[in-house]
């Protein structure tokens, strides 16, 4: 079934701005053999590690279905903003919090600039940072579509820029994020079952759950329950699961909240007999302009923007838009994002029994670092298969 909405993710990796060499795609964290699992950390309680949060919670109170989400795609995105931002918008984006340590999982990242052939750049912008493309185009287009492609490893093949395809645009910024992880202890595919997965509105849908019992970091609350998956890097995948509707505990997942979750997952193992469904979600194209707006980012989109740093033409921001897929089986986990912002002219003790836990109606997921004071990956929703 498509999915109804698509939220994706932001690298967190801290790159150059506007390198487009070889040198802009970066791989880290430990090869696939064998097993480096490092242990869960808890975040700091702090008002800058709010922004992914304050994010995922607006677009789970207003997205219905699955959301995917990548923050740590889209503060990657954002930050490439600073390098021509000035005064009240410079301070804006400093607002953005930085990664507290160095990656550990097998990433590729890479953010673009690319600019109008018609733009007049102010000195100390290097050209050979940028590549200049002919907006309005369908070569301008193709060419953002096989970069993203090379980005992702060809995780998403055929994305469609519409800022590319819009001659107004003046500058448009691009990051693209891919990760592949596999799990430090596998499913075992024979031990996958058919089952039913009731979505909100008490459909069953028919998904295929995975199976195993382990000891895996697992915590509960009044009203929740969680595990925490190691992969072979040291990474970790974080499933809970709400007692009440999905989205509305994600509405109200405050930065106290997820640090007690957190903390809780930190400390505790337990022997689990768990069920986790495998899915294959591609989202549509969305903005996130709106939710940013919210989260105190508004200014960006409006005659306030100061990106004078980039040419004498006052470049108010036009939208924030991203692309998602993550793909969840037996293996592992492989996911990509995209994210663009395009910029125009103004003028336009004795151990217990196995607890059994199934993920069987929808839950939040959640992509880590193991120091998880570092922005997520991802984060989403899986509402319905």
Same mark, same amino acid.
């Given at each position: 079934?498509?999915?109804?909405?698509?939220?994706?993710?932001?690298?967190?990796? #801290?790159?150059?701005?506007?390198? %487009?060499?070889?040198?802009?795609?970066? &791989?880290?964290?430990?090869?696939?053999?064998?097993?480096?699992?490092?242990?869960?950390?808890?975040?700091?309680?702090?008002?800058?590690?709010?922004?992914?949060?304050?994010?995922?919670?607006?677009?789970?109170?207003?997205?219905?279905?699955?959301?995917? *989400?990548?923050?740590?795609?889209?503060?990657?995105?954002? =930050?490439?903003?600073?390098? +021509?931002?000035?005064?009240?918008?410079?301070?804006?984006?400093?607002?953005? @919090?930085?990664?507290?340590?160095?990656?550990?999982?097998?990433?590729?990242?890479?953010?673009?600039?690319?600019? $109008?052939?018609?733009?007049?750049?102010?000195?100390?912008?290097?050209? $050979?940072?940028?590549?200049?493309?002919?907006? +309005?185009?369908?070569?301008?287009?193709?060419? /953002?579509? $096989?970069?993203?492609?090379?980005?992702?490893?060809?995780?998403? @093949?055929?994305?469609?820029?519409?800022?590319?395809?819009? @001659?107004?645009?003046?500058?448009?910024?691009?990051?693209?994020?891919?990760?592949?992880? =596999?799990?430090?202890?596998?499913?075992?595919?024979?031990?996958?079952?058919?089952?039913?997965?009731?979505?909100?509105?008490?459909?069953?849908? =028919?998904?295929?759950?995975?199976?195993?019992?382990?000891?895996?970091? &697992?915590? !509960?609350?009044?009203?929740?329950?969680? /595990?925490?998956?190691?992969?072979?890097?040291?990474?970790?995948?974080?499933?809970?699961? @709400?007692? +009440?509707?999905?989205?509305?505990?994600?509405?109200?997942?405050?930065?106290? %909240?997820?640090?007690?979750?957190?903390?809780?997952?930190?400390?505790?193992? =337990?022997?689990?007999?768990?069920? %986790?469904?495998?899915?294959? /979600?591609?989202?549509?194209?969305?903005?996130?302009?709106?939710?940013?707006?919210?989260?105190?980012?508004?200014?960006? *989109?409006?005659?306030?923007?100061?990106?004078?740093?980039?040419?004498?033409? #006052?470049?108010?921001?036009?939208?924030?838009?991203?692309?998602?897929?993550?793909?969840?089986?037996?293996?592992?986990?492989?996911?990509?994002?995209?994210?663009?912002?395009?910029?125009?002219?103004?003028?336009?003790?004795?151990?217990?029994?196995?607890?059994?836990?199934?993920?069987?109606?929808?839950?939040?997921?959640?992509?880590?670092?193991?120091?998880?004071?570092?922005?997520? &990956?991802?984060?989403?929703?899986?509402? !319905?298969?």
């Amino acid at each position: 079934m498509k999915p109804r909405s698509l939220l994706s993710l932001l690298s967190l990796l #801290p790159l150059c701005a506007c390198q %487009l060499s070889q040198d802009s795609v970066s &791989y880290t964290g430990a090869p696939y053999s064998g097993s480096v699992k490092m242990p869960l950390s808890t975040p700091p309680q702090s008002a800058k590690g709010s922004v992914a949060l304050s994010m995922f919670c607006i677009l789970a109170k207003e997205t219905p279905g699955n959301v995917v *989400f990548s923050p740590a795609s889209l503060e990657s995105t954002l =930050r490439t903003l600073k390098k +021509g931002a000035r005064g009240n918008t410079a301070a804006l984006l400093r607002q953005l @919090p930085e990664p507290q340590s160095a990656p550990t999982m097998n990433i590729l990242a890479a953010n673009g600039v690319f600019v $109008n052939k018609t733009i007049q750049l102010k000195p100390g912008i290097a050209d $050979n940072d940028l590549v200049a493309l002919d907006f +309005g185009s369908q070569e301008a287009n193709s060419y /953002i579509t $096989n970069w993203v492609k090379e980005k992702t490893n060809g995780f998403i @093949p055929n994305f469609s820029s519409s800022a590319a395809q819009n @001659p107004y645009t003046q500058l448009l910024i691009v990051n693209a994020l891919y990760l592949k992880e =596999r799990w430090d202890s596998p499913f075992d595919s024979k031990d996958t079952q058919t089952e039913d997965f009731t979505d909100s509105d008490g459909r069953k849908h =028919r998904v295929e759950m995975m199976h195993q019992t382990n000891i895996m970091a &697992y915590a !509960q609350g009044k009203n929740w329950q969680a /595990i925490a998956l190691p992969y072979q890097s040291g990474g970790y995948f974080i499933a809970i699961l @709400p007692q +009440g509707n999905a989205h509305t505990f994600a509405a109200s997942l405050t930065p106290q %909240l997820y640090h007690s979750i957190i903390s809780e997952l930190v400390q505790k193992n =337990r022997e689990i007999e768990l069920g %986790l469904p495998e899915f294959n /979600i591609t989202t549509e194209t969305t903005s996130l302009a709106q939710a940013l707006g919210k989260s105190g980012f508004g200014d960006l *989109f409006s005659g306030k923007a100061d990106l004078s740093g980039f040419t004498g033409s #006052p470049l108010p921001v036009q939208d924030v838009v991203q692309l998602c897929r993550i793909k969840l089986d037996e293996e592992g986990t492989e996911a990509a994002a995209v994210t663009e912002i395009p910029v125009w002219l103004l003028d336009d003790p004795t151990p217990p029994k196995p607890l059994k836990l199934t993920f069987d109606r929808p839950f939040i997921w959640i992509i880590t670092e193991p120091d998880t004071a570092n922005t997520p &990956y991802f984060m989403g929703i899986f509402e !319905q298969p």
